[in-house]
């Protein structure tokens, strides 16, 4: 019950990383030290800022689409944990 518990636990963070880390990266690189004229930082702002715009465009068929591939990983994902869960994992005897 622990490795399944765990291996959740890292899933689930897995996932808030996956999904926070864009914002991070925006609110760390937003009072950058920018050079000027070809800033990669600046660059890389924009094109994550076009994203998140171009985002209410999106129909709502492709979110069910995101939705059915994420939870096709988190199954995947929890079935590798769920294996663990074996007799002699779980050091069952059967010979009583």
């Known amino acids: 019950m622990r490795m399944r518990n765990l291996c959740t636990r890292i899933a689930s963070l897995a996932l808030v ?15 950058h030290d920018c050079p000027g004229d070809n ?3 600046c660059q890389v702002l924009s094109v994550a800022v ?7 465009d999106v129909p709502a ?8 591939v994420a939870l096709a ?3 995947i994902v929890w079935s590798f944990c769920a294996a663990a869960h074996t007799l002699v994992g779980l050091k069952v005897r059967l010979d009583c």
């Open 50 to 56: 076009a994203i998140i715009h171009s985002a209410a």
């Open 39 to 41: 800033c990669e930082i």
């Open 61 to 68: 068929a492709s979110f069910r689409a995101m939705a059915i």
């Open 17 to 31: 990383l996956a999904i926070l880390a864009p914002a991070l990266f925006i609110v760390a690189e937003a009072q």
């Open 73 to 75: 990983v988190v199954g």
